[in-house]
């Protein structure tokens, strides 16, 4: 991994050494994040909800994953959310339920737990490089696949499959779009965008430009130490220029105010308008795009 690569993940402010124990997926907020700002972290009422941890046979592992969905819906969209290098703790889980909210059926995917818990770790190189640099991409798009295979089984309209991810989640976003011909759109939130090839990344979105088979949103922050908004013009430009029929309707939004990071609401690098903003563009590109 790059310094650049390994720069775009680091949380702002380092890491805190904090460790925590989650019983099941969604449970508590991953302290390896930062300081929490337990006064602003979003929690969405869950009723009338189906929410919980479900398991989706992938290839043969048994991987877990947190659903939400409106109680008793059928033929509901479906949202694909995944995480930060922290997986899926509390704020991934309330991100899902208010996807849930939206009327879709929202599944946010352990991508790491075939290389452990990335909740346990207080060490952010450690976890790089016992976590994050052991699950390849290769993986991560077959495990995907499987939990849009999973929602099909479950009565979910996959007709109307969207992703969205966040940070590592972002940059697993511009690949899952240009990897599964049945995503009608992505919304990309700070996901890194260029960086040089390795075995467990062989390549970035801006080298997938070609194959973008959906068009994908990318929301940045223009105070982003970790993805400088250079790349981000260099995305632009590759789009419009190398792009795919779909990669010419992608599109950017730069906040410039906001840092990394700007939607996790329980972190200090939360920025309220930014997010929301944010938000509101995902829920209407999803439905410009036939994902609502």
């Known amino acids: 991994m790059s310094q650049a690569d390994f720069d775009s993940l680091v949380p702002p402010g ?15 907020i991953a302290a390896a ?3 929490v700002v337990a006064q602003t972290a979003i929690k969405t009422p869950t009723a009338g909800l189906t929410v919980g941890e479900v398991t989706i046979d992938s290839g043969g592992f048994k991987l877990p994953a947190y659903r939400a969905m409106p109680a008793g819906a059928r033929n509901a969209p479906v949202v694909l959310v995944v995480s930060e290098i922290f997986g899926v703790h509390e704020h991934i889980a309330d991100v899902a339920n208010r996807f849930a909210r939206a009327g879709y059926c929202a599944i946010a995917p352990e991508l790491f737990a075939r290389a452990g818990d990335p909740t346990s770790y207080g060490e952010i190189a450690k976890l790089i490089a016992e976590i994050i640099m052991k699950t390849p991409d290769a993986q991560v798009m077959a495990d995907l696949d499987a939990c849009l295979a999973w929602a099909q089984t479950q009565g979910s309209d996959v007709s109307r499959a969207a992703v969205t991810g966040f940070c590592w989640g972002g940059r697993i976003t511009w690949l899952y779009a ?10 990309a939130w700070y996901g890194r965008l260029v960086g040089a090839p390795n075995p467990v990344w062989p390549s970035h ?15 940045y922050g223009g105070k ?4 400088p908004l250079s790349t981000v013009e260099q995305m ?39 997010a929301d903003d944010g938000w509101t563009r995902c829920l209407a590109w999803f439905k410009a795009h036939g994902a609502a």
């Open 33 to 35: 994040a930062g300081p």
């Open 178 to 187: 240009a990897h599964q011909p049945r995503l009608k759109a992505g919304v």
């Open 236 to 274: 632009k430009t590759a789009l419009q220029q190398q792009g795919s029929a779909a990669a010419k309707r992608s599109e950017f939004v730069v906040y410039p105010d906001a840092p990394h990071a700007f939607h996790a609401d329980y972190r200090p690098t939360y920025r309220k308008e930014a």
């Open 205 to 219: 979105p801006i080298d997938q430009v070609g194959r973008l088979q959906a068009p994908v949103l990318g929301l």
């Open 14 to 28: 380092g890491l805190d050494r904090r460790r925590f124990t989650r019983g099941a997926l969604g449970v508590g």
């Open 224 to 227: 982003d130490d970790g993805i």
